[in-house]
């Protein structure tokens, strides 16, 4: 086989490889961002780790709406309050 077909089957397998990656990696945030309210607290935190506080207040505020009995509530509505503190 020649080397040009060599590093186009290279190619092809490199590019399939990247597809399933992003797949995983999409996946994986789609299961980070379950429905349990502690999942969504951590998701949150990580997400103001991140320098996101526009989805980690969208992430609290639905731990409110969706789980507002909950333990993870209280939590949700401390660090909601700091972060509209910080910027509006």
Not at 35 to 48: G, K, V, W, Y
């Amino acid at each position: 086989m020649n080397k040009k077909k060599m590093n186009f089957r290279l190619s092809l397998r490199l590019r399939n490889l990247t597809r399933w990656m992003g797949l995983a990696v999409v996946l994986g945030v789609l299961l980070a961002c379950g429905e349990d309210p502690q999942q969504l607290f951590e998701t949150a935190q990580f997400e103001e780790q991140q320098h996101n506080p526009t989805h980690a207040k969208e992430l609290y505020e639905r731990i409110l709406r969706d789980h507002g009995t909950s333990a993870m509530a209280q939590k949700a509505e401390e660090r909601l309050k700091e972060l509209q503190k910080e910027k509006p």
